[in-house]
């Protein structure tokens, strides 16, 4: 796969990265080492990993919005892959490399695709519904609402987005998908609104981030990473995941202490100890301050856990 770089013309608006000093300071970066930007997004936390790097070291950057590559920094030490981090053992073997000191993933969407409603990320404003953030995936968020059946969508819109009444908003779309095309943003509010419990605005950002969560596969991207790690960091490299909600705050947390997703064996009896190849950093989730939440609202679900390879 070619690599791309690009000038250093990033945008301002573009993304506020999220507990930026808590996050570049828990990798506890070395001058000479290699980092891993699983989301580069506005390029703030890259540059922060830049600024602490010496002449050696080396940041490998994965972006799979094509939006992102405009804020790549023009820096001989970046590599920029535009591919999903999931795929993060398989491009770090492309780019030489066997093993890195840190990686470091902001799960949370940018402030860009959610304010520009060409995407379908915002309920504010009018688009297609669609909400891929890598535009060459095929499935988008109005696909999923004319396919899904309806136990599927219950599943996704109680599971992804907390949604109190998921039952009826399945039972509700499939019935009304029967008359009326859902392709756009404000079709899909319209068809829901005489549902809605609650506060509207609430209600409406819980099923677009079902949808959104669902169409890009965040959960099994997710895991995919995670499980990832133990080969990719080498002893006494650290990993830093900022989540924003609390499924993956779960498994973040989940991983770190044990090292697997395997249940433990039931059997009272059996003496298999399991032993996570993670120290963990963060015994509690590390959040925004008041000053950043106040600044940066869209920080407020923000958590950070951080661990370090045995």
């Known amino acids: 796969m070619e690599r791309k770089t690009t000038s250093d013309a990033s945008d301002p608006v573009y993304h506020v990265p999220v507990l930026l000093r808590e996050a570049v300071e828990g990798l506890s970066i070395k001058p000479d080492g290699v980092y891993v930007d699983c989301t580069l997004g506005g390029g703030g936390h890259g540059r922060a990993i830049l600024e602490r790097l010496g002449p050696k070291g080396r940041l490998i950057a994965f972006d799979q919005d094509a939006d992102a590559v405009r804020n790549l920094p023009a820096d001989s030490r970046v590599q920029f ?54 535009q060459r995936q095929p499935v988008t968020a109005a696909e999923v609402v004319a396919k899904f059946s309806e136990a599927e969508l219950h599943r996704m819109f109680e599971r992804y987005g907390e949604v109190t009444n998921a039952k009826t908003l399945a039972r509700h779309l499939v019935a009304k998908r029967q008359h009326v095309s859902i392709d756009t943003t404000q079709a899909l509010k319209d068809v829901i609104r005489e549902i809605v419990k609650g506060n509207p605005s609430k209600y409406f950002a819980q099923v677009f981030q079902a949808l959104r969560m669902e169409v890009n596969e965040e959960v099994p991207v997710l895991t995919e990473l995670l499980e990832q790690l133990p080969d990719v960091l080498r002893p006494g490299g650290r990993a830093a995941i900022i989540t924003f909600h609390s499924i993956e705050d779960r498994l973040v947390k989940h991983f770190f202490r044990r090292g697997s997703f395997q249940e433990p064996d039931p059997n009272p009896f059996a003496r298999t100890e399991v032993v996570s190849p993670f120290e963990v950093i963060t015994r509690k989730p590390i959040e925004p301050t008041q000053e950043e939440q106040r600044t940066n609202p869209r920080s407020r679900s923000a958590k950070l856990r951080i661990a370090e390879r045995r």
């Open 81 to 134: 892959w535009p591919q999903n981090f999931r795929h993060l053992r398989r491009f770090l073997r492309l780019s030489d490399i066997d093993r890195v000191d840190g990686v470091l993933a902001d799960l949370g969407v940018s402030s860009h695709q959610f304010d520009e409603g060409g995407r379908g990320f915002s309920i504010r404003f009018e688009g297609p519904l669609d909400m891929r953030m890598d």
